[in-house]
């Protein structure tokens, strides 16, 4: 399964489906060879949800009102 999956990132990663690669590695783990920088926003981490625009919590009062870590989980992400 892991072959396959990490397939199907490299499908997606290099085209205009970068974000859904992005969801794929989220979602499933794989490919786990992938690096990221210590010295990075993520601290070595990979990133477990994106940022918010300000536009978004400014006009959306049921926006989270102070940034949130971008390696905090999301309320589904049980790992």
Known sequence: MEAVIT????ALAGTYQGLEAYFEQL????????????????GGVFAKRLPLPNIVS????NA?????????????DVD
């Open 7 to 10: 397939q199907k990132w490299v």
């Open 27 to 42: 979602r499933t783990g794989y490919p786990d060879f992938l690096d990221y920088p210590v010295e990075g926003v993520t």
């Open 58 to 61: 400014q006009r959306n009062p």
């Open 64 to 76: 989270p009102q102070t940034p949130v870590a971008i390696t905090t989980p999301i309320w589904w």
